[in-house]
């Protein structure tokens, strides 16, 4: 899977997957940006919500039509000091409707622990490269 984010000025980016869709994405003026997109630390908390809202309801599926109303508000806190990185993500999930509480906290659990890539994706190690005008540069230490 990739994502090309094309860096459109200032601090605002385009960003695009492999489903074609596009985001757009954008510093607050506080960064220097002018907040015309998502910040990257909203899109992160959105991604949260939105892998473990889908594994949710992909193993409600058999009684979604119990469900009125399915609200998920991610709140996270972040460190005082740079990188203001998360220490911790909380998850709500907020629903209506006559499903039983066991039920969707199963659901939550295995989404969570079996199922959710981006809240798994967390714990990842990542590494960075670099191609200067065509060709890769290696890290200078």
Same mark, same amino acid.
């Not at 630390?41 to 991604?47: D, V, Y």
């Not at 295995?110 to 490269?129: R, W």
């Given at each position: 899977?990739? +994502?090309?984010?094309?860096?459109?000025?200032?601090? $605002?980016?385009?960003? +695009?997957?492999?489903?074609? *869709?596009? @985001? #757009?994405?954008?510093?607050?003026?506080? *960064?220097?940006? /002018?907040?015309?997109? %998502? &910040?990257?630390?909203?899109?992160?908390?959105?991604?949260? $919500?939105?892998? @473990?809202?889908?594994? +949710?309801?992909?193993?409600?599926?058999?009684?979604?039509?119990?469900?009125?109303?399915?609200? @998920?508000?991610?709140?996270? &806190? =972040?460190?005082? !000091?740079?990188?203001?990185?998360?220490?911790? @993500?909380?998850? &709500?999930?907020?629903?209506?409707? &006559?499903?039983?509480?066991?039920?969707?906290? =199963?659901?939550?659990?295995?989404?969570? !622990?079996? *199922?959710? $890539? %981006?809240?798994?994706?967390?714990? $990842?190690?990542?590494?960075?490269?670099?191609?200067? #005008?065509?060709?890769?540069?290696? =890290?200078? /230490?």
């Amino acid at each position: 899977m990739k +994502v090309l984010t094309t860096w459109n000025g200032k601090r $605002a980016f385009t960003a +695009v997957g492999d489903s074609g *869709y596009e @985001i #757009n994405l954008d510093a607050t003026e506080a *960064y220097f940006g /002018e907040g015309k997109g %998502v &910040t990257p630390t909203e899109m992160l908390l959105a991604s949260v $919500a939105g892998c @473990i809202g889908i594994d +949710v309801t992909m193993i409600l599926r058999h009684h979604l039509s119990s469900i009125e109303k399915l609200v @998920i508000e991610t709140d996270g &806190t =972040r460190k005082d !000091e740079l990188p203001k990185g998360f220490t911790s @993500i909380d998850v &709500t999930f907020i629903i209506d409707g &006559t499903i039983d509480s066991k039920r969707v906290w =199963r659901a939550i659990d295995l989404g969570k !622990e079996k *199922y959710c $890539a %981006v809240s798994d994706s967390l714990k $990842a190690n990542i590494t960075f490269h670099l191609i200067l #005008n065509g060709e890769e540069q290696s =890290r200078m /230490e």
